[in-house]
């Protein structure tokens, strides 16, 4: 949608005229037989990236993370995560659908050891056990925050300790390192599986990727077949993936920044409020028009948006707006609002 400023989401950019040539020049071969190139390539750079020993290319991040937890449970266990998991809200109900698995929250986004102690169920023959502990980083709708290393290090090693398997949930884990200056790979030591997508603020067209131990990866292969998600020469795929990892990893500052310019453009706004930001998302919480109202009313000025809630709204920043797009979105959100 050209001349407006889209903020609804970091997934609505276009491949880049160098990364469409990345994907025309490709090799490329069957990749449901495990012949193709790129596809591997990509696979094996991941699963470096991640400390991981193995990684497996999927069409999309709800598929990354309900193919590894399908992986992990068995029908009937508890899967733990923060409030508002991407895996229990967006997910369409796809753990009890199609893995039987339950999901137990916990109050907060962000939580403690003493938390997840205080939930935690042990197996049992009168017990649901609490079997799975999945973690979001960044979380999204907290506003895109990334935990804090220590804290996310202390709740996977008491998961572990407590004898469960930890699934991390990094769809923006790129954000989350590039926030808090640790490498993906120490972000994701205690998680015994990670999820990651390219199609969010690195700006690849399709694609995330999910990895682990060899044995985990051979089960997670069979799922995504069974869930839909084998592809042939997604190569042409994994070309813009690999390409996006190369070029577009350190600019994620960039959107880090765009971002901390909208919050504090609109402080002091009349009309509105801005939690705290810290990558590249921002929510706005408005004190008197609703959050269906704000969108429109900011569609109509040429600014896209989506709401998170009854008077919150969020914007993403992303690989196509730019300072001046940012500013301008700012005037018509501190207009509106007031
Ligand atoms: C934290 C998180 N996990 C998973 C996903 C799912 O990704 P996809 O839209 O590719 O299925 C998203 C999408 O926004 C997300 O924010």
Redesign the pocket.
Known sequence: MSGLVDLR?D?VTRPTPAMRQAMFDAPLGDDVFGDDPTVRALEARVADLLGKDAALFVP????A?QIALRAHGRAGDTVMAGRDA?IWR?ETGALAALAGLQTLLLPTPMFTAADIRAHYTPDGSYNTPTTILAV?NTH?MAGGLPWDPAALADVAATAKSLGMITHL?G??LWNAAVATNVSERQLAANFDSV?V?L??GLGAPVG?VVAGSHDFIRRCHRFRKMYGGGMRQSGLLAAAGLYALDHHRTRLADDHAHAKLLAESLAGAKGLTVPPVATNIVMIDLSHLSADAAVAAARSAGVLLTPAGPHRIRAVTHLDVTREAVQRAANVLAALAA
């Open positions: 989401s997934t999309s991040g709800t598929m993370n991407h967006h979001e999204n949930d769809a923006r999820s997508c199609s969010k995330s």
